[in-house]
Every structure is written in C-alpha cells, then in structure tokens.
C-alpha cells in the first residue's frame, strides 16, 4: 500500500485498541488515545525505510535518505544471508527484513527504550519523528514537496513537545499501563509496534504479499510472501485502496475513536 493508507491504517488500528481497552475496564485517558494514534499512524510507515522513495526516507532530509541506504543494505544481507532454496534471488532488501514480526518487536522495545533511559528528551524524541511521519502521512498532499519540510518539522516539534506536557500531567497518560516512575512511558513502544506489523498486513494484501513471518520457514522458504488468494490482492496505489479501503479506515477509526472515549 501507499503511505497514505499506511498511517490512516496505523490510527485506525490504535483507536480500535482503545475501543477494545475501554470495553475491557481499562480505558485509556484522551491524551492516549491522540498520541498514540499519531505514533501508529508514523511507524505504519517506518517498515518502507528500505526503499530510497519511500515517505520515511525523504522526511528528514539527508540524515533519512543516508539511514535509508544502511537499511536497505543490512535487508538485503539478511535476505541473501537466511535465504533457502524456494527463495527467489532478487538485487535489493525491500519487502524483507524491515517488513517481518520481528523487526516490529524490536523497534518497539527500542522506542520503549529510548522512552525509559532518555526520559523527557527521549520521550520528545520519539514523539517528534512520529509526529513528522503522521503529518507526511495524513496529510500527504499538504506536506508534499522538499519546499515544506521545514514547516512539517517545526509543526511536529510543536506538537511534539505540546503533547509530552500534557501526558506528564497526572491522570493524562504517562503512566497510563505501566504506573512505576522508571516505566511510565514503557507503552510508547505499543503503537510502534502495532503500526509496524499494520503496515506489514497492509503489504501483504497487495500483488506482491509480505514476508511477515520470518525468520520462520515455510516449506522451502523462509521468506514466504504471506498474503490471501492472488484474486484477493491488489496493487498498491490502485483504486481498491483509494476509493475502498481508505474510507474504510476512516469509518472504522471514527467508530474506534468513539467508542475509546465511551461516545458509544
């Protein structure tokens, strides 16, 4: 899929957490809810950081394009590394190690890190890069061009360091799962996550399907592009995901949103 639909998949997929949280007695405060939205709606494009025209890789500038270049070359290692005999050859690391469960897991634990060990300045680092992804993202077509990266990056520090003041105030979030002072804001690694392995599942619904799965092997692969029947799939940028499954997105997020916040 397209950026666009990453990150309106990501929010959606965090408000429908906290549907499902407020349904089972445990709702999550509304500064929760707005942050961490956004914070699934960015990392729901971090996966394509291995693809040098990918909306990750342009949005901050040189320093993205050049992390760009070292993960499309540590994906590819792994492909040629890991790969068995049913694996095709191919000449990049798109679509691999970047777009599998456990590279999720770990920049979700690594974001839940950097939260713990770099307290306030590490929880504005976090939320900063989300902010500048999820305005890229939703906001496609106002953010498009090199001419505004500068307004898209003073916006998300704005809102980056709005939103941090407001979780730091009781009751608003930071220790909204974990309530000891050292893992307050264990939970940023959540929507990471969540965003990552959205975006790996949106993948893996188009012609190409996703390698979600790995390092587990799958008969004579171990990078077996997961996905439903070829007839089920599209192309990413295709009308299915424009005049379908974004609207759907947004339905479902405006009915997870309600419900989080106990509307419904």
């Not at 040189?62 to 070292?70: G, R, T």
């Not at 592009?225 to 339905?251: D, H, N, T, Y």
Request: with cysteine.
């Amino acid at each position: 899929m397209m950026g666009p639909a990453h990150s309106l998949s990501g929010a959606a997929a965090w408000l429908g957490v906290g549907a499902a949280a407020a349904a089972a007695g445990h709702p999550m405060p509304w500064p929760v809810i707005l942050v961490g939205a956004l914070i699934c709606a960015g990392a729901a494009l971090a996966p394509d950081l291995d693809h040098k025209a990918a909306t990750i890789s342009r949005a901050f500038g040189p320093v993205s394009k050049a992390l760009c270049e070292i993960v499309d070359k540590l994906s590819y290692a792994a492909y040629k590394g890991t790969r068995k005999q049913g694996d095709p050859r191919r000449s990049g690391g798109h679509r691999t190690l970047t777009h599998t469960w456990l590279w999720a897991v770990l920049i979700g634990a690594g974001s839940s890190a950097v939260a713990i060990m770099g307290g306030r300045w590490g929880v504005l680092a976090i939320l900063f890069v989300h902010m500048v992804l999820a305005i890229e993202g939703l906001l496609w077509r106002a953010a498009r061009g090199s001419s505004s990266d500068i307004l898209v990056w003073l916006l998300a520090a704005t809102s980056a360091w709005i939103l941090a003041g407001v979780l730091d105030k009781p009751g608003n979030g930071s220790n909204w799962l974990f309530t000891d002072a050292p893992q307050q804001y264990l939970w940023l690694g959540l929507p990471v996550v969540l965003g990552a392995l959205v975006h790996d599942i949106g993948d893996a619904l188009t012609v190409s399907g996703c390698p979600i799965l790995w390092p587990i092997p799958l008969g004579r692969k171990r990078w077996y592009p997961i996905g439903p029947p070829k007839v089920m799939r599209f192309r990413a940028g295709s009308w299915v995901e424009l005049k379908v499954l974004m609207p759907v997105f947004i339905l479902l997020g405006g009915v997870g949103c309600a419900a989080a916040l106990n509307v419904i």
